[in-house]
């Protein structure tokens, strides 16, 4: 794969991914915000906007040298998807290492608020389309290495099981 094909294939999955979070809002949105006390057309707002931040320069190709390299050995490059990974979370509410705040002296975990909640069961909602997977399982296969709060553990879990 050469550089111009690369980053085409990039692009496509950025915008697969996009396409499917739209398709999540339309199948999950309105019973989610009604659940959890959110206006439909706030989080709608939020769901046109989801994940821009991986269009950005540096996190587009510390992801794209990952997840589509070029290089002739296809070796790859984890600092450098850990540094997009790192980029990418602290731009984005939906994710929970976004509430993770770190002190010199302690870590505290805040709490989500629901509309981020949202936008997080719509990502992976959105990611299961691609993997063949639902949001559910993907949380009870993951659950336990989530940085959440209890009350947001409790929230998620009092509305995962509409996306099984």
């Known amino acids: 794969m050469n550089i111009d094909q690369s ?3 990039y692009t496509q999955y950025i915008i697969e991914h996009q396409e499917n979070i ?8 309105n019973v989610l915000c ?16 989801h994940d821009k931040s991986k269009l950005e320069h540096i ?8 997840f589509f390299t070029c290089d002739e050995d296809g070796k790859k490059n984890t600092d450098l998807f850990n540094h997009g990974w ?16 770190r002190n010199d002296k302690e ?3 805040l709490d989500i608020p629901n509309i981020y ?3 997080m069961i719509l990502d ?19 659950k336990d290495q989530k940085p959440f709060s209890v009350r947001t553990k409790n929230l998620v879990e009092s509305v995962i099981y509409i996306c099984k």
């Open 117 to 119: 909640i949202i936008e």
């Open 7 to 9: 980053v085409e294939a």
């Open 59 to 66: 996190e587009f190709n510390c992801y794209r040298q990952y």
């Open 34 to 49: 009604l659940k959890l006390g959110v206006k439909v057309d706030e989080l709608n707002k939020i769901v046109l906007e």
């Open 124 to 142: 992976w909602v959105s990611m299961g389309f691609k993997f063949g997977n639902s949001a559910y399982d993907y949380y009870e296969k993951n």
């Open 86 to 101: 790192l980029l990418h979370q602290n731009r984005n509410m939906h994710h929970p290492e976004y509430w993770v705040l």
């Open 22 to 29: 739209k398709k999540a809002f339309e199948m999950y949105g």
């Open 107 to 109: 870590t505290k975990i």
